[in-house]
Structure formats: structure tokens, C-alpha cells
């Protein structure tokens, strides 16, 4: 477990913003015992940070126990992603959260951009290393689902944290590769979105919110059965694979109301027997699911 992360689990507040009662979760998230919420500049407009700062602010301050880790976004007019694109994104997390400092800061889906724009002088990775030089954010992290661009990110050495959804879970295993990459760098690693888009918590019949291949859907079959076989509560399986991994770090877990918050917790404190972790890896190598 990273220095980063104390607790196994980090919530997410990606739907902060676009659900009911968006005031009252937020003030959970803040309170939360699990004390990490990872946002982004961009997340529902910037209302994740927004109301994450408000709840901060009814709360007397940022609790001891907790702490927001944020994203650069693009700008969302131009799609500019240099790095006065990078501080200014920097400064508006700030100022919505009412903070002066993030422990953690992440370059969030460089989409507009090539690798070669985000290296050059005066693009996003060297802002973000001037921004941890002034130790404004302490440490600096690539976040994205495009693997084969996270793994160039990775590669430079330069970052400290990576961060990819729905691409290493109990049923898909792409980001392996990069994990590994990341791990031989010293890097810490987060794993976003454990349950594929909530496939492996609700039975939802997409995965990483796309539609899912036969073969994929077929071997997710053969892990559902298996789960029936042990006693196991699939969602539960899913979070524990990503939590009992060397690979990884701390796993974020989307939460869009007070009671998915409510009922993370005994997900957590489940007890899955190794024999059905044995019994998924007997079934073989999963198929891709969700990639570039």
C-alpha cells in the first residue's frame, strides 16, 4: 500500500454533481473513514470540486484523516493542454476545493494532445514537474484509459503515480503490461473502476461502458457461476482482486450516492476464499474486455 493511499480504498467522485442530493454526499465522502476522494477539474463541470470545497468548508476545514487528490483537465473551450493550460487548471481545483495544496495531481486524458506537445518545453508534463518543484502538489500521476498512451507516460520516469479504469478487474487484465511497467519505476499504481463500470457489481450487460464481445460475456458467465459455486458475492470478488494484488496500490471505487457508500464498506470486510481466485485462473487467461 502506497504513502499515498493509507487506506485500501479510494473513492471516487466522478458523478459528484449529476445525482440526487449531491450536498449530502459529498459531505459523506469528506467524513468518510476511508479519508481518500479522488476528483478531477473536469468532472461534471467542475461540480465534483466545487462541492467537494463546499462540504470542506461546512466541515471546519479538511478533516486530519482525509485528502482530495485532483486532475488537470484540457481546457474545455479549446481543448488546450499546455502547461499554462496545466496551471491554470491547477489553480481552479484550488480555489473550487478552497485548498492550497493537493498531495497528488494528475495529468487527466491528454487526448488533445500528442506525446511529443505534452514533453516539449512549455507543455503539461514540464508544468507538472515545475508545480512539484514549488511543492504546490507533492506528487505528480498519469491518468488515462488509453493504455498504449499511459504506457508512453509511464516509460518517461517521470511520474510518480498512474492510474487506469476498467482495464484491470477479476474478468479483464489488459493494463497488466503497463502495471508492471509502472511497478519497475517505482511508481505507485491505482486501480479505477474495479467492478467495470458496475458490470461486476449490478450485472449490468456492458463492461467499461461499452457492449461486451461473446467471448468476453461468455467467460464473465463461467466467473459468475463460479462465485455461485463458493459462495461468493461477485462484487466483492472483484473489489478483493484488485485489493489482494502486488500490482496494485488502491483501488477507486466510483460512489454516486450515500448508500453505494454505505454498502462499500462490507465489500471491504468480506472474506473471499483463495479458491475461487484459484478456480477464476484455472478458467484461463481472460479475453481482452475493455482496450485502447
Known amino acids: 500500500m502506497s504513502t499515498l493511499s493509507p487506506t485500501p ?57 482525509t485528502a482530495v487528490y485532483s486532475k488537470a ?59 512539484r518543484e514549488q511543492g504546490v502538489i507533492g506528487a505528480i500521476g498519469i491518468a488515462s484509459g488509453t493504455l498504449s498512451q499511459v504506457r508512453e507516460y509511464v516509460d518517461t520516469g517521470v511520474f510518480d503515480v498512474v492510474l487506469s479504469h476498467n482495464r484491470y478487474t477479476l474478468v479483464s487484465r489488459t493494463a497488466e503490461p503497463v502495471f508492471r511497467a509502472a511497478r519497475e519505476h517505482g511508481m505507485t499504481v491505482l486501480n479505477a473502476a474495479p467492478f467495470g463500470g458496475g458490470t461486476l457489481a449490478n450485472g449490468d450487460d456492458t463492461f467499461g461502458y461499452r457492449p461486451m464481445p461473446d467471448d468476453f460475456a461468455a467467460h464473465l458467465g463461467r466467473v459468475r457461476d463460479l462465485a455461485g459455486e463458493h459462495g461468493v458475492d461477485l462484487a466483492a470478488a472483484a473489489l478483493h482482486f484488485s485489493m489482494r494484488s502486488p500490482l496494485v496500490d488502491a483501488t477507486v471505487v466510483g460512489i454516486t450516492s450515500t448508500a453505494r457508500l454505505d454498502a462499500l464498506a462490507p465489500l471491504i470486510e468480506a472474506e473471499i476464499p483463495a479458491e475461487f481466485y484459484d478456480a477464476v485462473e484455472a478458467l484461463g487467461a481472460p479475453p481482452a474486455g475493455v482496450e485502447d
Open 73 to 131: 483537465d484540457s481546457d474545455p473551450a479549446s481543448g488546450a493542454f499546455d502547461g499554462e493550460r496545466v496551471k491554470r487548471s491547477l489553480d481552479e481545483s484550488l480555489t473550487r476545493l478552497g485548498l492550497d495544496r493537493l498531495p497528488l495531481y494528475q495529468l487527466h486524458d491528454p487526448y488533445t494532445i500528442s506525446f511529443a506537445e505534452a514533453m516539449a518545453p512549455g507543455g503539461a508534463v514540464p508544468a507538472l514537474l515545475e508545480l
Open 9 to 65: 480504498v479510494i473513492l471516487g467522485a466522478s458523478r459528484l454533481g449529476d445525482r440526487p442530493d449531491p450536498e449530502a454526499l459529498a459531505d459523506a465522502l469528506i467524513r468518510s473513514s476511508l479519508g481518500y476522494v479522488d476528483t478531477s477539474n473536469n468532472y461534471t463541470g467542475g461540480k465534483s470540486e466545487q462541492l467537494l470545497g463546499d462540504a470542506i468548508r461546512r466541515a471546519g476545514g479538511l478533516p486530519s484523516h
